[in-house]
């Protein structure tokens, strides 16, 4: 509760601002938008997404890209981290919903992993509170990985004989390192550092031509019509739950095949009703499908539709192409070791 009031303080805050964005006189100067951007937006991507109780060290996130990529630990030796989340899609798998183990489809849409490290929590309703929570749940999750128990996949990486100097490396503090935590650890080490730097960071950073004369436009834009009440911060997202569909039922828009009953199949609680995690926008453009059930195909429809439901407006196709615009901003560059796929140690 302590959460969704804070959640509502943010919302209200960031609603009281635009006015005074509106009011700016001097809006369109690059200086005078780079402030307010800084505002609302926040610091540019770190180079890692850091965290306290997970430090990222060379070890680790060189085993967790290998882990990445590992099937043998799921229960039919198909699933990886890398099959929902393939980066040459942009680290999500363009399917409304992904395919786990024995062709079982997952309850919901596979957002990218990119950046995913910074958000507040994992998972489209918060039921992971961090990447490498995520991780190592994953093993258990039925339409995951699919593993009987974590000592089930402790025993299948022990048993192949490259691995245990590899954890052992990462994780020196350990006598026996291989465990489903260090498994989760080491994949988060690596996912922290999935970081995409994008044309909008260099334009919070203060260069002036960063952003072309659309994109610039299409900033204001996002502003004014108040899409940065929900998606503001470093991320423009993934910072907060809010109620998918404020003014009217979701489902009417996104055609929806089941309604889902969000947050609320984790708190239990009313309120939390159709209450997702907002998404984080960035590379928003290579992700598609759009929402928590993959439910929209096309982000001209995605933008509309938040316009309708999350902010009682409509949306002129000038403001939509305008926004869209903006978004485009928001693709930034994958780390270029990402995209070189590991050499897994033999099985013996």
């Known amino acids: 509760m302590l959460l969704r009031k804070r959640n509502w303080s943010i919302f209200l805050s960031l609603v009281f601002i635009t006015p005074a964005i509106h009011a700016t006189p001097s809006f369109a100067a690059s200086e005078d938008l780079i402030k307010d951007a800084k505002q609302i937006f ?8 850091s965290s306290d109780t ?8 060189k085993l967790g890209k290998m882990l990445f990529y590992e099937t043998r630990v799921s229960v039919d030796g198909t699933v990886s981290c ?3 989340h393939p980066f040459d899609l942009y680290a999500a798998d363009g399917l409304r919903k992904s395919i786990g183990n024995q062709c079982k489809v997952n309850p919901r849409n596979a957002p990218t992993v ?11 309703i918060g039921n992971r509170k961090d990447v490498e929570d995520q991780a190592t749940q994953a093993l258990l999750g039925p339409p995951s990985f699919g593993m009987p128990s974590y000592q089930a996949a402790e025993d299948v990486l022990k048993a192949i004989k490259g691995y245990p100097p ?3 490396a990462a994780f020196p503090e350990n006598k026996d390192p291989v465990l489903a935590e260090n498994f989760g650890k080491a ?5 922290r550092t999935l970081v995409t730097p994008s044309p909008f960071d260099a334009f919070l950073k203060g260069d002036k031509k960063a952003l072309k004369d659309n994109q610039i436009q299409g900033l204001k834009t996002f502003m004014e019509v108040g899409c940065m009440t929900c998606h503001s911060g470093t991320y423009i997202g993934g910072q907060m739950y809010q109620k998918f569909g404020i003014f009217e039922p979701y489902w009417n828009y996104t055609k929806s095949q089941k309604i889902d009953d969000g947050r609320y199949e984790v708190t239990k609680q009313e309120s939390d009703k159709y ?15 759009y929402f928590h059930d993959g439910s929209v195909g096309h982000l001209e429809d995605a933008v509309w539709i938040m316009g309708k439901i999350q902010l009682g407006k409509d949306l002129t196709k000038e403001q939509k192409g305008s926004i869209l615009s903006f978004l485009t901003s928001l693709t930034g560059t994958i780390p270029e070791d990402a995209l070189k796929v590991p050499i897994l140690p033999p099985s013996d």
Do not use: Y
Request: with cysteine; net charge neutral; aromatic share 8%.
């Open 166 to 168: 590899l954890f052992q």
């Open 42 to 49: 926040g610091p540019p991507l770190p180079e890692v997404i």
């Open 114 to 124: 990119l950046n995913a490290a910074g958000q507040i929590s994992e998972h489209w």
């Open 275 to 289: 209450v997702f995690k907002v998404p984080m926008l960035r590379n928003v453009e290579m992700t598609a499908p």
């Open 54 to 61: 997970n430090p990222v060290t060379p070890q680790k996130a």
């Open 187 to 191: 994949i988060g080490a690596f996912e």
């Open 82 to 84: 890398a099959r929902c």
